[in-house]
Every structure is written in structure tokens, then in C-alpha cells.
């Protein structure tokens, strides 16, 4: 299985940019997508193939990167961004997720 | 409004059955893959099993892979999870989603599922 492996924690300022690393074990072309998760909720898709925005999610969100090494950057983070991180890839069988990245805003 | 409402969770002993279903609205259902995807408590994502438009194709992780079916009734824009030889392990909140290039752009709110004697 692919592995996507995540850094756990993070702890940023409000008004700063935050980048967030998924690295996967084998390539995944530009199929990883990366959703965010908030205690009691459902995770919510903020962006699909690497660099596509989903619907309805501020521009301050973006994704990068292609092959092995993917990145979300959160510019400028804002109190409301504190959750869990995760990536996602859907080129490898079976679909995978990293364990998450939680932000914490000082 | 794009709603996936699921049902059918609960309780269940070690090595019964439960089936989970899923209420879709706001969206032409049948013309869309649908997915399920489970998190255990405190736990990652888990991605258990996807449909494709007409239900002729299903894929699953090797996890679940003989003991759980995914199925669907575009006349009711409905979808199933049929669980058999449930283990500790599925214990886990299930998620409906809406899938398109393997990611999932819509949830529903998702329903536990207890395994426990």
C-alpha cells in the first residue's frame, strides 16, 4: 500500500503561512488531495489533484507538488483554521490517507 | 443543497452482520461513483469501499475485501454497505461520500458502528 506520511503536529500564529508536507512512498502523479477536519465533524475536501481548489474554499488554502512530495499552504492562517490536515492519494490501489496533521494556532 | 444522509448504524456483536444505507439528494445520483469511508475513534481515514454509476464495478481494500459489499439503487438514490463477519476492528464511524477523481467532495455526517460482545 502507498504510504502517506505526515508530520503530526504544528503550531503557527494567526495572519502566518503555514505549509503542510505529505510525503508518499511511491508516486501518485498529481493525485493527491487533501481534506481539513474539525472534532465532531465530517472532513471537508479543500483541494482535489494537488493544486485544484474545491468548490467553496477561501484562496487563502493552496496545494502544490506532484510525484512523491505534496504540500497545503494555509497563507494567511486565521483562528478558524485549527484542525486536522489530511492528505489523501487515489492513484495507487487501495486509496490511502495519512495519519493527519494537527494545527494549533498559538 | 448536495445531502448524503446515512443510517443503520449500531451495536453488533463479533462476527454478525449489520447493513448501513445512505440517502443522497440535491445531486443526480446515478450519474456518479459513490464511496464509503470509515475513521475509528481518535483514528486516520479509511478509505472501505467505492461503486461505480451502475454498480457493475466495486473495489475494495483487502481489509474488508469478501466480508463487506457496497451496493446501490439509483432509483432511490441510495446506497448500501452491507457488513458481514464484523470484527472488533470495524468498529468505526462510516462516512457516505461522493466521490470524482478518487477524492470526495461531499459527506455525509457519518454513522458509528460498534462491534463489541
Known amino acids: 500500500d502507498t504510504v502517506l506520511t505526515q508530520s503530526p503536529a504544528l503550531a503557527v500564529s494567526p495572519g502566518e503561512r503555514v505549509s503542510i508536507s505529505c510525503r508518499a512512498s511511491e508516486g501518485v502523479n498529481s493525485y493527491m488531495h487533501w481534506y481539513q477536519q474539525k472534532p465532531g465533524q465530517q472532513p471537508k475536501l479543500l483541494i482535489y489533484k494537488a493544486s485544484n481548489l474545491a468548490s467553496g474554499v477561501p484562496a487563502r488554502f493552496s496545494g502544490s507538488g506532484s510525484g512523491t512530495d505534496f504540500t497545503l499552504t494555509i497563507d494567511p492562517v486565521e483562528a478558524d483554521d485549527t484542525a486536522t490536515y489530511f492528505c489523501?492519494?487515489?492513484?495507487?490501489?487501495?486509496?490511502?490517507f495519512g495519519a493527519g496533521t494537527k494545527l494549533e494556532l498559538k | 443543497e448536495v445531502q448524503l444522509v446515512e443510517s443503520g448504524g449500531g451495536l453488533v456483536q463479533p462476527g454478525r452482520s449489520l447493513k448501513l444505507s445512505c440517502a443522497a439528494s440535491g445531486f443526480t445520483f446515478s450519474n456518479y461513483y459513490m464511496a464509503w469511508v470509515r475513521q475509528a475513534p481518535k483514528k486516520g481515514l479509511e478509505w472501505v469501499a467505492t461503486?461505480?454509476?451502475?454498480?457493475?464495478?466495486?473495489y475494495y481494500p483487502d481489509s474488508v475485501k469478501g466480508r463487506f459489499t457496497i451496493s446501490r439503487d439509483n432509483a432511490k438514490s441510495s446506497l448500501y454497505l452491507q457488513m458481514n463477519s464484523l470484527k472488533s476492528e470495524d468498529t468505526a464511524t462510516y462516512y457516505c461520500?461522493?466521490?470524482?477523481?478518487?477524492?470526495?467532495?461531499?459527506w455525509g455526517q457519518g454513522v458509528m458502528v460498534t462491534v463489541s460482545s
Open positions: 461503486i461505480s454509476t451502475s454498480g457493475s464495478r466495486t
Open positions: 461520500a461522493r466521490t470524482t477523481y478518487g477524492s470526495y467532495l461531499y
Open positions: 489523501q492519494q487515489s492513484w495507487n490501489d487501495p486509496y490511502t
